[in-house]
C-alpha cells in the first residue's frame, strides 16, 4: 500500500511563496510518477504538475497555469516530492493533494486515473 503525506501548505498573501512537501512510502518516488493535483471550491481537481525518476534522471512537466510559477522536484533518497510554489495569486487557492501514478497521467492527465492520493493540504492566498 502507497502512502502519500502532504505538508507545507498555509495561508500567504498574493505574491507570496509557499513549498509543499509529499512524503511517500517505501520506494513509492522509484516505482511511479509522482504529481500535485488541486481542487478549489466548486471546481474539478485539476492537474499542477508530475515528476517521473527514470534511472537517474527526472522529467518533470507542469501545467499551464502554474509555468513560470511552480516547480516541481523529488529526492529519491529522501522519497518526497516538493512542491515550489511563487508568485502566487489568490486563484491558486485550493486543497492540494499529491498523487501517485504508476504509468503516469500521460497527454489527459485525468485525476481518475490516479492510483493514489495524500489527504490534501489546505493553500488560501488572500489578495
Known amino acids: 500500500q502507497v502512502q502519500l503525506v502532504e505538508s507545507g501548505g498555509g495561508s500567504v498573501q498574493a505574491g507570496g511563496s509557499l513549498r509543499l512537501s509529499c512524503a511517500t512510502s517505501g520506494r513509492t518516488f522509484s516505482a511511479y510518477a509522482m504529481g500535485w493535483f488541486r481542487q478549489a471550491p466548486g471546481k474539478e481537481r485539476e492537474f499542477v504538475a508530475a515528476i517521473r525518476r527514470i534511472v537517474y534522471t527526472y522529467y518533470a512537466e507542469t501545467a499551464d497555469s502554474a509555468k513560470g510559477r511552480f516547480t516541481i522536484s523529488g529526492d529519491n533518497a529522501k522519497n518526497t516530492v516538493y512542491l515550489q510554489m511563487n508568485s502566487l495569486e489568490p486563484e491558486d487557492t485550493a486543497v492540494y493533494y499529491c498523487?501517485?501514478?504508476?504509468?503516469?497521467?500521460?497527454?489527459?492527465?485525468?485525476?481518475?486515473?490516479?492510483?493514489?492520493w495524500g489527504q490534501g493540504t489546505q493553500v488560501t492566498v488572500s489578495s
Open positions: 498523487a501517485a501514478k504508476r504509468t503516469g497521467w500521460g497527454t489527459e492527465r485525468r485525476p481518475s486515473e490516479t492510483d493514489y
